[in-house]
Every structure is written in structure tokens, then in C-alpha cells.
């Protein structure tokens, strides 16, 4: 397919327009001006006859013998002086006093329309062919003093003069809208360059295109961008701009101060120079920034901005120690069985078979029991994997985890990936595990069930549970009940995941000693959620 520039398009649609328009104006105009010249030639013509008509000198010559001997040179000096190509006196009968060529005096007046003047004494204008040719003439009686016709004046200008006149305005006319045309072509060709300025050369397809993958990447991109122009208005936002600052609704045309009041994008649009993986915090989120002056023609003329929640980076981050951590527990547990496996091989090699057969009864129990509720009523293979690591990391701290015989989970959703599974139950079956290490009979419990429309996951343990004065700062990032440095994070992540999954996380104390988290995750998203799934 050939592709048209937009140059062209626009230059011809300029050139065909005002050519048009050029063409349709100058015909009327050219029709306006024949018939006005006519009309004034017809006029001038008939004002010069009806002139002569009242001349004295013209109506006593007719009581002369020889009426053209006085007629002839006065008609000829009118002639020469009104530019006419001829001005003839005639009697009653249409006999000539007067004509340019001196023979055809006394000769019958030739064009048959002398009738209006001569019987009816009407003052009039008319086409007609003469002796000379095609003309235009001006008719007028001539009255004698009883008011009697005693004969007409005829005063003629020759078609082809006319039209020479016409012609020559016609050109003048046309030369006006060359001039005009060319003026158009000129402007069209300057706009279109404009306009290609304004584009920055590109083409409309090729800006399209760009604007298609333009919408793609920002939507694929998982940080944040936000580009100013320099006026200071957000002249672009990605979605995941306005999933990272809680943002409902697009801000393009805002300025960038009313939406980021502590915004640094305007030190980069004066100094023209980037800054990178700036630390700060925008409404209220921890976040890592990058800015990039926007620059055209040597100007700084906006900036734009990246930036990724330093909290996602923190959660990946745990991610990665929870993994890490599962990988020593199976360790842990491995070395749990190789020890097991030592007893046994001693009770056979001593030939105490019988309690090798009890210790082997006992641990089949465990494990019959363990596997029937975790690899028989838990299908998620995630929520498997965490347990079984965690299993392991119990026994080797000789605390007692019990999954619940109630304990009952499907699939988990899409939306509730791997890693943010691994941060909230890992973080929160540690911290059980870390609150029954000084008592005497550990024991940490873990319930799911995902019956109705939540999922609900129960960790408790038989700590000393949690004083009520400090659970409303459980969940504030660097706050621990353990008084450690670097310590404080892992509920505060746990509570911004489940915030992200438009989820709860509750704690109370139990009767009977210890605390019980309980986390309820919706299975179905919201729009908003989806939208930045």
C-alpha cells in the first residue's frame, strides 16, 4: 500500500481548495464585469447620442440644403473626442448626415433597428450589424421645434471592442487570482511544514503506532511514571502511577504539586539535570525515584519521573529470606529423619526389636496424620510447600505444629501469587514459633478453611500471648515486642499484602494463654485490584 505523507495531503487539499474557490470567484466576477461593461458602453453610447440630439447646431443643419456639410465635421469631433467607433446622424427617412467613412453619407442607415427612434421617439440601446460590423449602439430622436422627428443620432461602439475591454479586465481578474493561488500554495507549504515540526517529522500512521505501543508499555510496566510538562501539569500518568500513590482517578492537566505536594520534578525541570534512585516518600509510601529531564531542541521543556515502592522491593526481599528459609528448614528436617533413621539403626543392631517396631508405629502415626490433612485436604501446592518446610523448622525446635483435621483449601486464586503467600504465612507461623521458645510445652497451630466467599488462615500458639496496649502498634513498620534492632517489618509487610488483596488481618488472645492471627482474603477481586493485577 502506498502511504501518502501528510505534507502532501495537506498541500494538495490547500492548492485544490483555494484553485476552486480561485476559479468559481473569478468566473463570477469575469460575468459581473462583461455585463457591466456592456451596460456602461450601452450607456455611454446612448448618453452621447441623446447629447447630440439637443444640440442646436444638429437640428438647424437640418433646415440647411446640405444638413452634412455642418453635421459631418461637428459628429466627427464628437467621435474622436468619446472614443466612439462611430457616431452617425440620420433624417426621418435614415438617410446619413454624418458617418467616419465621408462616401456613405447620403446612403440609407443600415442594422434595421432605427424603428423605436424614429416612429415611436424612444431613447434606447441596442445590438445590431452596421456597415462596420457588429456594434452596440445608443438611439435618440431628434425633435424640431413643433416637437416633429425629424431624425435620430446613433452612436456605436464595435462588439470586438468591447470584448477586447472585457478581455483585458478578464486578465487583470486572473492575474489577481494567480497571485492568489500562489499566495495559497505558499502558506499551504508553510503550514504543512509547521505542522511536520510539530510532529517531529513523523507521519499520522507512524504517530499512531507510536502511540499504540506508548499505551502497551505503560501498561506493562510495574513502576510508576509521571511525566510534567513545563508548566508544571501532568501531562502523562501510568496505571501503576496511581496504584503505588493511591490514586482513584487520572490527574492528567493537574498540577504536580497539588497531587505530590512534596514533589522535586521542578528542581530537575531549572537544573536540566537527572536525578537517580533518589530516596523519599510520596503520599505516605516509602519510594525509591528516578528523574529524567525531558529535552527538545536543546530546552528543557518537561520531566518525567520513575519510581518503584520500596515496600514491594522490601517484600520481595522477605520472599526471598522466607525461601531461603524453607530451604534450611527441609534441611532441618532431613538431618531430623537422618537422626531417626541412627535410632532405629541402633534399636535393630542391639535387637531391641520390638521398640523399633513402637518408634516406627509412632512415627508412621505422625506422618499418616500430617500427610492425610496436608496433602489430602490442602490442594494448593504453595500453601504445601510452606508447611512442610515449617514442619521440619518445628521439630527440629522440638515445637509441636499441628495442622487442624478441619483444615480444608483448594486452589488459591490467581491474584494470591506464590510470593505474597510465602510473606504472610511465613511471616506469621515465625513469629508463633518465636513466642512459645521459652515455654515449656511449644505448641503452634495452623487452621485454613476457604468455605463462603473469604479465605480464612488461623495461626496460633500458646505464648504468653500479646499485651492489648501494644497490638494497635503491631503493624507499624520498625515496631517489635522483641526490643531488637532491624527487627519490626515482617507484620507491617504482611499488613500492607493483605491490605493489597483488599483483605483483613485480625489478633485477639486466648482464654487459655497465646494469640491467635487470623487473615481473611476475598476470593474475588474488585475492578481496581484487577485492573492492576
Not at 194 to 204: A, C, Q, S, V, Y
Not at 234 to 258: F, H, T, V, Y
Not at 359 to 368: K, N
Request: aromatic content about 6%; hydrophobic content about 40%.
Amino acid at each position: 500500500m502506498i502511504r501518502v505523507s501528510l505534507q502532501t495531503k495537506i498541500l494538495t487539499l490547500i492548492t485544490s481548495l483555494i484553485l476552486f474557490v480561485t476559479i468559481i470567484f473569478t468566473g463570477i466576477i469575469a460575468y459581473i464585469e462583461t455585463q457591466q461593461t456592456e451596460k456602461n458602453m450601452g450607456q455611454r453610447a446612448l448618453q452621447v447620442a441623446t447629447t447630440i440630439s439637443f444640440m442646436p447646431t444638429i437640428k438647424n443643419a437640418f433646415a440647411l440644403e446640405e444638413p452634412s456639410s455642418v453635421i459631418q465635421p461637428f459628429a466627427e469631433e464628437i467621435r474622436k473626442r468619446t472614443g466612439a467607433e462611430f457616431v452617425v446622424v440620420g433624417n426621418a427617412d435614415g438617410m446619413r448626415y454624418s458617418h467616419p467613412d465621408a462616401w456613405k453619407i447620403g446612403r440609407h442607415m443600415v442594422g434595421g433597428d432605427n424603428g423605436r427612434a424614429l416612429i415611436d421617439g424612444e431613447y434606447y440601446t441596442s445590438k445590431a450589424v452596421g456597415s462596420l460590423g457588429p456594434s452596440l449602439r445608443g438611439k435618440a430622436p431628434i425633435f424640431n421645434e413643433q416637437g416633429e422627428i425629424i431624425g435620430l443620432v446613433s452612436v456605436g461602439f464595435m462588439i470586438d471592442d468591447i470584448q477586447t475591454v472585457i478581455i483585458n479586465k478578464i486578465i487583470k481578474i486572473s492575474g489577481l487570482a494567480l497571485i492568489v493561488i500562489l499566495l495559497g500554495v505558499v502558506g499551504g507549504i508553510a503550514l504543512t511544514r509547521n505542522i511536520r515540526k510539530d510532529t517531529l517529522g513523523l507521519e499520522p500512521h507512524e504517530i499512531a503506532s507510536l502511540f499504540r505501543d506508548r499505551h502497551a508499555i505503560l501498561l506493562s510496566i510495574d513502576e510508576g511514571i509521571i511525566a510534567m510538562d513545563q508548566e508544571g501539569e501532568i501531562s502523562m500518568m501510568n496505571p501503576s502511577a496511581q496504584r503505588i500513590l493511591g490514586l482513584s482517578k487520572d490527574c492528567r492537566n493537574k498540577k504536580i504539586e497539588d497531587v505530590i505536594p512534596n514533589t522535586q520534578m521542578y528542581n530537575v525541570l531549572k537544573s536540566g539535570e537527572k536525578d537517580q534512585n533518589v530516596e523519599m516518600i510520596l503520599r505516605n509510601r516509602n519510594v525509591i525515584v528516578n528523574r529524567t529531564p525531558i529535552i527538545e531542541n536543546g530546552n528543557v521543556v518537561g520531566v518525567v519521573a520513575s519510581f518503584k515502592d520500596k515496600t514491594e522491593v522490601n517484600e520481595m526481599l522477605n520472599t526471598l529470606t522466607e525461601v531461603r528459609s524453607y530451604s534450611e528448614d527441609l534441611r532441618a528436617q532431613t538431618h531430623e529423619f537422618t537422626n531417626k533413621l541412627y535410632v532405629l539403626s541402633g534399636l535393630l543392631q542391639l535387637g531391641h526389636y520390638k521398640e523399633a517396631i513402637e518408634f516406627i508405629q509412632t512415627e508412621s502415626e505422625v506422618h499418616r496424620h500430617q500427610n492425610k490433612v496436608l496433602l489430602g485436604q490442602i490442594k494448593d501446592r504453595t500453601v504445601q510447600a510452606i508447611l512442610l518446610g515449617k514442619i521440619g523448622k518445628a521439630s527440629e525446635k522440638k515445637i509441636t505444629f499441628d495442622i487442624d483435621p478441619n483444615t480444608s483449601l483448594n486452589q488459591l486464586p490467581n491474584h494470591i501469587d506464590m510470593f505474597k503467600v510465602v510473606t504472610i504465612l511465613g511471616n506469621l507461623i515465625d513469629n508463633a514459633m518465636e513466642a512459645v521458645e521459652n515455654q515449656g510445652e511449644k505448641r503452634v497451630v495452623f487452621f485454613a478453611t476457604d468455605i463462603g466467599k473469604d479465605i480464612v488462615f488461623d495461626i496460633s500458639d500458646n505464648g504468653i500471648g500479646i499485651l492489648e496496649e501494644k497490638m494497635e502498634f503491631l503493624f507499624q513498620r520498625g515496631y517489635s515486642t522483641k526490643d531488637m534492632e532491624e527487627r519490626g517489618f515482617g507484620l507491617s509487610i504482611v499488613k500492607e499484602i493483605v491490605d493489597e488483596l483488599e483483605g483483613q488481618i485480625e489478633i485477639h488472645n486466648q482464654e487459655n494463654g497465646g494469640a491467635v492471627f487470623s487473615v481473611f482474603l476475598p476470593k474475588q477481586m474488585s475492578d481496581n485490584l484487577s485492573k492492576y493485577a
